[in-house]
């Protein structure tokens, strides 16, 4: 895997100085070399080769994206809120990240960024649970668990994909896998991208079965897990309490009252989710996204990979 950001921004820069969108890159650039411009006594002889042409292209105006943001302008790039969200892995520990949006606001797209980002951090497996059988994720194809012991894989990415047509994905036999690759300790990320998808009514059917203890009880041994919702109110209280982070496409209504009773919002960063793209744009428009953590404030930003 290759360890190359899939934004291409540069990593160790402050938020604030790295800009979105491609539209904001030139005035960067220029920042950068107004602050290593020689000095008179190095200044090199004779003609000055001509920055301008090393600046990157500004792509035309009609293809930049402009995200109709209410309540900022600025657009933090999704890198920081990667480097957030996998701080842990540094530390030994599994992480546990929410994403919870509006259909076609831009979860998925958001996991595939955070796997690659695990991948470059952790030596452990990547598989992802897509089931509601969605497809475009990268890794090996297996249509389910059971599969895997006919079929040995090959590379460090998997995609559990049932077939359309067959039983569906077995979300708690996922997780069943996940522990017993941490039993050989083999530490794993699993995209479980639709969560509500093993519960009933907002419940696991029993707690302390193997999905829910990926939550309660993963951290220890390298299990980390990343979990998808459409509707907060279709989540159970353990992805939600165990998760160091939860990054909200737009939501409203119901859900915004979800996320304020588990201690995630407050008036002002409700207002911000509610403004935020969703499939009301096109799809190169959307996005965007706010991270939270539990009990603590807003940190004021919005971001997009
Ligand atoms: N950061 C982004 N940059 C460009 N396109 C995006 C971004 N996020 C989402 N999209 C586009 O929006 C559409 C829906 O995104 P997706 O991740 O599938 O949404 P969700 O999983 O929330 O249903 C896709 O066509 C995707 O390419
Ligand atoms: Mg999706």
Redesign the pocket.
């Known amino acids: 895997m290759s360890g190359v950001r899939m934004d291409g921004r540069d990593p160790g820069a402050e938020p604030g100085q790295i800009p979105a969108l491609p539209s904001e890159s030139r005035e960067v650039h220029h920042e950068v070399l107004r602050s290593h411009r020689p000095q008179e006594s190095d200044r090199p002889q004779g003609p000055l080769p001509a920055l301008r042409a090393a600046l990157p292209v500004r792509p035309p105006r009609a293809e930049r994206p402009r995200l109709p943001l209410r309540s900022t302008g600025k657009i933090t790039p999704g890198s920081v809120a990667s480097d957030l969200c996998w701080a842990a892995l540094a530390s030994g520990e599994g992480c546990r990240i929410g994403l919870l949006?509006d259909?076609?606001?831009?979860?998925?797209?958001a996991a595939k960024h955070l796997a690659q980002a695990y991948l470059t951090r952790s030596r452990g497996l990547v598989a992802v649970a897509d089931s509601k059988g969605e497809g475009g994720w990268p890794g090996e194809i297996r249509e389910s668990v059971a599969k895997l012991a006919s079929a040995p894989l090959g590379s460090r990415e998997i995609v559990f994909t049932p077939d359309p047509f067959g039983e569906p994905l077995d979300l708690e036999a996922v997780a069943r896998w996940q522990w017993a690759l941490a039993a050989r300790r083999c530490r794993s990320l699993v995209v479980y991208d639709e969560i509500a998808d093993a519960c009933q009514d907002g419940e696991f059917p029993d707690d302390t079965t193997a999905l829910p203890r990926v939550f309660t009880a993963g951290r220890r041994v390298g299990i980390s897990a990343i979990w998808g919702a459409q509707f907060a109110q279709l989540v159970p209280r353990a992805p939600y309490e165990c998760s160091s982070c939860l990054l909200v496409?737009r939501q409203a209504g119901n859900a915004l009252a979800v996320l304020r009773r588990r201690g995630y919002t407050d008036a002002a960063v409700e207002d911000v989710i509610r403004a935020l793209p969703g499939d009301d744009v096109p799809?190169?428009q959307?996005?965007a996204f706010v991270l939270l953590r539990r009990g603590r404030p807003w940190d004021g930003r919005v971001y997009?990979?």
Do not use: D, M, V
């Open positions: 949006g259909p076609g606001a831009g979860k998925s797209t496409w799809p190169s959307r996005g997009r990979f």
